[in-house]
């Protein structure tokens, strides 16, 4: 026997969340009553299940294939005895839910009446708040409504407490659908009952102050004491009520059987309440058809919709954002029962009259973004990698599906946290009448198209809109059919079927742009797809003064799981007074954009691929080529040993006669004197051809190679260095001592792992150990100017790490350390980035000091 409530009506939190109504909140322009409760650590979670009014009883429940409500159905193991006996015991289960439900209904009534008696009283004085006729307007057929269900209340709570499975309870839903005669005189008043509200509260600052603020008593066994509820919202409350108890008659006809004498009398009671809800159907009287028309009243339509997230309250919030032709809508998705209809919440609207885009002498009011360390969303992307490569394992596992779905849980988790916290672009919207609004993108590409779109629509003679709460319910429920964007795009919605994208280098060529009218100051930036949102992943040089810029320019891209490239192009603002304060934020000029879908067909040939995109009348011609991971990764030995790429380090120092590699100390000294204080450096792409000429000059000794230096971009330089470290025919910390980093990093005890690492160090070739330190002390070096360039001691292991430790290609092939080609990326890297990141934090280590320690510690196992 479940624990029964003050009132005598057992507490199942599951049959409650299916008949319950508990949000009021939704008035005006703002959903948040208070916002979304928030975890421990402060991270957003979702609220309880809060159910929205429905539209009809075929939109109110959850429903089956083909459209049919079907019934919910409770926790395996909750029900015994025969069929019979299961769906009579679900049928009192089914009417306590509804008890519950029509107990909160009648204190919203009464919150109701409570401020018309008082209102009555005035009427008659010298200094009315409402004349009499307005009263009886705003509140017609109220007390008659909440009389009827205050008796069925009455009559119905003694079935449930002494519940008798041969008992009958259909004679009272008939009563009280015989007397829905009430409710159509209510609904006949309604659009004038909300029209004189609003007058009213318009006219009278003591009647806004009411109508705003009414108090609704909780359940008596609830501890919340009362809600804060709007009379607008509460006026709704009858309209909703008549589709909610159909709905529950539609239950119960399922589990009463049809030879129960209960159920001709539940027949007949559905009959009356469906009868009764088509004819307002049919005359058009349900007031909340109004929100789908303008004030002009034209159709309003679907525009764009999309996930964004939004910064409210200092945390970060994934919202739904819906564009209709005249207004925006911020909403975000409600949690609700398993096999329940899934409804958005309202959190904001603005009509397209009022919004207004930021300028950028306006960004010292905006409130400042917070960005996450880099290295903490690089081992999130790691982390999701080695999930990926654990299920592909399970997939093909004998019992593996339980565990793949637990995984993959667990991915979404992972790749939903990544999708929130990576953004990093703002996009800030103002109400004209104070209110702003700041969203971050990780695309400026995403934020131009939103922009874009908005600023179309408000070329129209569009006229500022205020809706009712009823017109925002409505149009808020509408969003969940209209919706064009179904899930977060990360990749554990995405079917198994569908394409999982291109995972090693993309190569891009920019060749040049034609169709621009006047001269401009131009360059491009190109964008892929990562782990389900678009990254910026490199830009041209700027070429000035022209309508026909020859860029020729070669990048590496890396892709992670990508299926489309994107294309921006400038114009450059060279006006320091137009520069924005805000660091993230791009205020040079989009002249045009696109993008191509990477077809692994068409791209995984080994021959160049020449393409144009075209955008607003400019036409950007590019090649491009793809080589996979596998490929990419491989340490492939120079054939040449008289250059110094692909060369065993021993053998260029020995040649060099010197400790250091002769290009890796000029490339250091190079980045230590002109792009120590660059953003992103070692993290942002240089130039392919610009490093392709610094290798070819390295690798012939070129005597000009220190002008060339001096005149080349500095991230071109050191991607020199990164590209020289990543061919070295083995790792520089070497394939022998690889089993042992890895173990060594794992240890717990720090005066171990000390001793160890110490140990490896020590173990090292003289060539490579001095070239190690060099390489940590210039590292270290970088990390000071963290808030200058953004380059943390993790981010800088994150980039130097898999390319220091990587194991060559002779060593993979013994399958000790990767087992497929998919596993790659994932397997080990975070030990790689770990082992370097724990010599970047250690004090400094010099040469002399390694060779004078003499400890013992043995690498073998």
Known sequence: MEP???????????????????????????????????????????????????????????????????????????????????????????????????????????????PMRPLRATATTSQPVLTLQQIDTIFYKIQDIFEIHKDFYDALLPHIQHWDHQGTVGHLFQRLASQLGVYKAFVDNYKVALETAEKCSQANLQFQKISVDLKVKGPKDSKDCSTTVSMEALLYKPIDRVTRSTLVLHDLLKH???????????????????????????????????????????????VKDGFLVEVSESSRKLRHIFLFTDLLLCAKMKKTAVGRHQQYECKWYLPLADLAFQTSDESDSCPSVQVLPEHEI????????????????????????????????????????????????????????GKSYLFLLSSDYERSEWRETIQKLQRKDLQACVLTSVELQVLTSSCFKLRTVHNIPVTSNKDDEETPGLYGFLHVIVHS???????????????????????????????????????????????????YLRILCYEKCYDKSKLNKDDNEIVDKIMGKGQVQLDPQTVQ?????MDVIEMNGI???????????????????????????????????????????????????????????????YRISGVATDIQALKSAFDTNTKDILVMLSDMDINAIAGTLKLYFRELPE????????????????????????????????????????????????????????????????????????????????????????????????HDVMAQVQVLLYYLQHPPISFAELKRNTLYFSTDG
């Open 4 to 114: 029964l409530s003050a009132r005598g009506l057992p507490r199942l939190s599951w049959i409650d969340t299916l008949y319950s109504n508990f949000n009021y909140n939704t008035d005006g322009y703002e959903g948040d009553g208070g916002e979304d409760g928030k975890s421990q650590d402060g991270s957003e979670t979702l609220p309880f299940i809060d159910e929205s009014p429905t539209m009809s009883p075929q939109m109110g429940g959850p429903q089956g294939p083909d459209g049919d409500m079907v019934s919910p159905t409770p926790p395996d193991g909750l029900l015994p005895g025969g069929d019979a006996d299961k769906g009579l015991e679900m049928k009192r289960l089914v009417l306590s839910g509804f008890l519950a439900s029509e107990e909160i209904y009648i204190n919203q009534l009464e919150a109701l009446l409570l």
């Open 256 to 302: 009463t059987p049809p030879d129960h004498p209960d159920f001709p009398l539940l027949q007949d009671a559905l009959r009356i309440s469906q009868n009764f809800l088509s004819s307002i159907n049919e005359e058009n009287l349900d007031p909340r058809r109004t929100a789908v028309t303008t004030p002009k009243g034209e159709a309003r339509q679907l």
């Open 378 to 433: 690089e081992e999130m992307k790691i982390k999701i990698s080695v999930l990926k490569s654990e299920i592909q394992k399970e997939k093909k596992a004998p019992k593996g599906q339980s565990r793949v779905e637990r995984l993959r849980k667990k991915m979404n988790e992972q790749e939903s946290w990544l999708l929130m916290h990576s953004p990093t672009i703002p996009f800030r919207i103002h109400n004209k009448h």
């Open 513 to 563: 742009a034609k169709g621009f009218k006047e001269s401009a100051n131009l360059y491009c930036t190109l964008e892929v797809d990562s782990f389900g949102y678009f990254v910026s992943k490199a830009k041209t040089r700027v070429f000035r003064d022209t309508t026909e810029p020859q860029w020729n320019e070669e990048f590496e891209i890396e892709l992670e799981g990508s299926q």
């Open 605 to 609: 040939s080994k021959n160049w691929t």
């Open 619 to 681: 036409k950007v011609e590019f090649s491009m080529k793809f080589t996979s991971r596998d490929l990419s990764l491989k340490r492939t030995p120079s054939k040449k040993q008289s250059g110094v790429f692909g060369v065993k380090i021993s053998v260029v120092t020995k040649r060099e006669r010197s400790k250091v590699p002769y290009i890796v100390r000029q490339c250091i000294e190079e980045v230590e004197k002109r792009g120590i204080d660059e953003v992103g450096i």
């Open 731 to 826: 790792p520089l910390l070497t394939d022998r001592l690889y089993p042992a980093f890895m173990e060594g990093i794992a240890l717990s005890d720090p005066a171990a792992k000390q001793n160890c690492m110490m140990h490896l160090l020590r173990s090292l070739p003289e060539p490579n150990l001095m070239t190690f330190l060099t390489l940590l002390e210039h590292l270290k070096r970088v990390a000071q100017k963290e808030p200058i360039n953004k380059m943390s001691l993790h981010n800088l292991a994150t980039v130097f790490g898999p390319t220091l430790l990587r194991p060559s290609e002779a060593e993979t092939a013994k399958g000790q350390h990767i087992t497929s080609a998919s596993d790659i990326w994932s």
